[in-house]
């Protein structure tokens, strides 16, 4: 790009700003308040940070382009929101906003806006936010809102750290004033002239959190609150219904000897882990900057001053200038780093100056006696990815009396306890039979057992009989549930950095966190309209192979999938199979609700496997129950080493097995191997009724929602759900943002609780989708809460 002037910076153009503009209006511009230790605080922080260069990463043209709160940004990039852009520039906002739009990126507008809201948005088309003051008169608040809704504006960002006006002390000494005709235009009133006094008297001082309810009660807008600088105000904000976090100190204009924005960004980001967006601003000033940012845990950042000077400089050309300086210098910085995309950036991607480990963050640590620091722990520990079921479990523990389509839990009248002491008795009389004595029929129940399971015979006559899949019990790991067994897979599998896992999207959250606890960061596959497509498969690992990457694996629910209830078809299932076999990957199946849905099920993948190309990850939670924490792996792939000797993969997973769950609890085993005896040795025979229960509850679930919304206000509003014929989970698709906000709604204004569908994209994806589960509900149930979701979408699809 050809930059004005042969300002090549932002520190040019904060130069040159400096050199056109009073004295006053510059340090009005460029001050903070008291010693102003928090303003060189903000900057000296991101000189604090060292990005980490990665070579040969084949990334040419990175990607800058991301999303927040539901919407496109061309860039992780926005611009924070200022008083009076008429100081620096006759056309202000307006030229504010009509770089910003060129850009591709959004604008918060301050309530003390030079220019109107509609002439402000009618100089751009990226997102306009308002920036909100509280004042004592709610009134004045309302109107201003009500006018920013009016006009277009996407969100409202709550400033909460300005009760009061900090000690300027420039402007205290410099006398300023504001020139005359520099006044809101979306304020009544007069009185503007010294922004203190003004702030003194109509700001309301005693704010608390209940001001965020009342904003969310008076506009349908999202919800960001600015200024949050501590892990536990961020849970308040979180509490408090917010959209979205900004890690702001106002540019140090607020508490001299607040910490810097990037200090504490990773305390906050692992406190929202995922629940709402983070934004961060104060002192970025290069591209690289908002790098380090986003690496900590930002999903974007905010420029504040360097967009006044652009303005004073140029107009609405220097504002454009200076976007385009951050943009080009963040391409840069990610394609030097090897960070392709905005979803990329990570703690790895830094580290404090004068270290050479990665950081996870650069703030002093406490010493252990003091606790521990969360990002001193292993970065699983604050992904959102193992987070997201805390919210579904507060929001549901908060309303009780909600109907809850939330949890994929069997259905709890099948349960009776006195059969488990039954099972127990049929398998040691299976023991003693089989030859036993009594004190191994004792050792059996009560000793260590052999760590691949004492079951395993039993398992695979299951899966001969159930399933037509036909191998040695050596190939058979009895698990700790299905989740061992994809722990144990993925260990195996990926050995190195290079190695890619890739999964069908929408994904069982599962497969993700065990590769998140294995630094294992999955490539998203997603699923068309009518589910997973091999053609997207392969695109997919042409594009690893091109970043020079191997692909290992590939994990896909291929029956009524978890979460989005779509089934393989039979041909897609042999193409599979076929691409496998071309592309050289394994695939990892996992199919937990075949025998409990109604009907016949097309035949598994590793049914169809005929060059062992299939891992099966196995559950007896749904068919069987899910106490026992019982499931299994099918590995029968050979394994050789460099001298020649072949095992099979199973003796390589049990040998990890042998260090992480040393066997599967022998009781529980024994109780799942009494109940495969009973079920003439396989679990189907178990499933008639469990089956026929669940497909009703899904014919009915579908019913209902029909009736509750006909075809034609559907049609209108733009909603829709899948129709799957078995498993547990069926998917609603909205016209409004699916996410924790709305569900906090739905549950307390509707009493219906659902999952966002967004909690099950690793790449983002998903947000104008639910999931409903339908295992868990009683007829009456389904009926009053589909009616429930009906009345809430109906509402939602309105705002
Ligand atoms: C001149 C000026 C006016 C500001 N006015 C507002 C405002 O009206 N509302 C607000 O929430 N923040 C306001 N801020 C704070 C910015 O939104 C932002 O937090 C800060 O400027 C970011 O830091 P940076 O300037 O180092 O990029 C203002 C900042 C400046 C420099």
């Not at 308040?33 to 900057?43: F, H, V, Y």
């Not at 009133?189 to 005693?206: I, K, L, V, Y």
Request: overall charge negative; hydrophobic content about 45%; aromatic content about 6%.
């Amino acid at each position: 790009m050809n930059h004005g002037g042969g300002r090549l910076t932002l520190a040019d153009y904060a130069e040159s700003a400096r050199r056109r503009l009073e004295p006053g209006v510059w340090d009005f511009v460029a001050g903070g308040a008291g010693d102003e230790r928090t303003l060189a605080a903000n900057s000296a922080a991101f000189d604090r940070v060292r990005l980490r260069p990665r070579m040969l990463s084949g990334v040419a043209e990175p990607a800058l382009g991301t999303r927040v709160l539901g919407r496109a940004w061309a860039a992780p990039l926005g611009v924070a929101p200022m008083a009076y852009h008429t100081l620096l520039h006759p056309d202000g906002e307006v030229a504010t906003a009509a770089a910003a739009g060129a850009a591709g990126v959004p604008f918060v507008v301050s309530t003390f806006a030079g220019r109107t809201f509609d002439d402000i948005a009618a100089a751009t088309a990226s997102p306009l936010w308002l920036q909100v003051y509280c004042f004592r008169d709610r009134g004045v608040t309302r109107g201003l809102v009500e006018r920013a809704a009016q006009a277009g504006f996407e969100a409202l960002v709550l400033t909460v750290d300005a009760p009061r006006l900090g000690r300027r002390l420039r402007d205290v000494r410099n006398g300023f004033r504001l020139p005359p005709g520099i006044e809101p235009a979306n304020l009544p009133g007069t009185g503007f002239s010294s922004p203190g006094e003004h702030a003194r008297t109509a700001f309301d001082p005693a704010l608390d959190w209940t001001v965020v309810e009342w904003l969310r009660s008076i506009s349908p807008l999202p919800v960001l609150i600015k200024g949050v600088l501590t892990a536990s105000d961020t849970r308040r904000a979180i509490r408090a219904g917010a959209d979205g976090v900004v890690v702001s100190n106002h540019g140090g204009r607020q508490l001299d000897g607040a910490p810097a924005t990037l200090e504490v960004l990773p305390e906050i980001a692992a406190e929202v882990s995922g629940r709402c967006a983070v934004l961060l601003d104060g002192g970025v000033r290069r591209g690289g900057d908002v790098l380090a940012a986003l690496a900590l845990g930002a999903d974007a950042v905010l420029l504040g001053r360097p967009v006044l000077h652009g303005l004073a400089v140029a107009g609405r050309d220097g504002v454009a200038d200076v976007l385009g300086i951050v943009n080009e210098e963040l391409a840069d910085a990610m394609a030097l780093s090897g960070c392709p995309a905005v979803a990329d950036a990570g703690p790895p991607l830094v580290v404090p100056a004068g270290d050479g480990r990665p950081a996870a963050a650069v703030r002093p640590r406490p010493a252990v006696s003091e606790g521990l620091a969360k990002e001193d722990l292993h970065s699983s520990v604050s992904d959102p990815v193992l987070d997201t079921m805390n919210f579904l479990n507060e929001i549901t523990h908060r309303y009780p009396d909600a109907i809850s389509f939330a949890p994929g839990r069997p259905y709890d009248g099948f349960f009776d306890p006195e059969q488990l002491f039954a099972h127990i008795r049929r398998y040691m009389d299976h023991l003693a039979a089989s030859g036993h004595s009594p004190a191994q029929v004792r050792d059996a129940l009560f000793q260590y057992g052999p760590t691949s399971g004492q079951i395993r015979e039993l398992v695979a006559k299951s899966l001969r009989l159930d399933e037509n899949i036909d191998v040695p019990a050596e190939s058979v790991v009895v698990t700790v549930g299905c989740q061992e067994a994809m722990l144990l897979a993925l260990r195996a599998l990926v050995a190195g950095p290079d190695d890619a896992l890739l999964v069908s999207s929408p994904c069982y959250v599962g497969i993700t966190g065990a590769a998140r606890l294995l630094d294992v960061e999955p490539t998203a596959v997603e699923e068309g309209p009518d589910g997973f497509r091999c053609a997207d498969l392969e695109t997919a690992l042409r594009a690893e192979r091109g970043r020079g990457r191997r692909p290992r694996a590939f994990y896909v629910i291929p029956d009524h999938s978890n979460p989005s209830g779509a089934t393989m078809g039979l041909e897609e299932r042999h193409e599979l199979l076929k691409l496998a076999a071309r592309e050289d990957f394994l695939i990892l199946e996992d199919s937990p609700y075949r025998l409990v849905s109604p009907g016949r099920q097309l035949p598994t993948l590793k049914s169809l496997d005929r060059e062992r190309r299939v891992i099966q990850l196995g559950s007896f939670a749904k068919s069987l129950f899910p106490g026992a924490r019982v499931g299994y792996a099918v590995a029968d792939q050979l394994v050789t080493d460099r001298a020649g000797n072949t095992s099979l993969l199973a003796d390589e997973l049990t040998r990890i097995k042998s260090m992480v769950t040393v066997n599967t609890s022998a009781l529980s085993q024994a109780v799942v191997g009494g109940m495969l005896l009973a079920g003439e040795g396989g679990a189907a025979e178990h499933n008639t009724d469990t089956a026929r229960h669940y497909g009703e509850a899904m014919r009915a679930t579908i019913r209902e929602l029909d009736a509750a919304l006909p075809e034609a206000e559907r049609a209108a509003l733009g909603v829709r759900w899948n129709r799957p014929s078995g498993g547990f989970f069926l998917t609603v698709t909205v016209p409004f943002p699916a996410d924790n906000a709305a569900l906090a709604r739905s549950a307390e204004e509707f009493g219906v609780i659902w999952t966002p569908m967004s909690y099950f994209y690793p790449q983002g994806g998903g947000e104008r989708t639910l999931r409903l589960s339908v295992s868990y509900l009683t007829h009456a149930d389904i009926h009053e809460g589909t009616a429930r979701l009906a009345r809430f979408i109906r509402v939602a699809a309105r705002h």
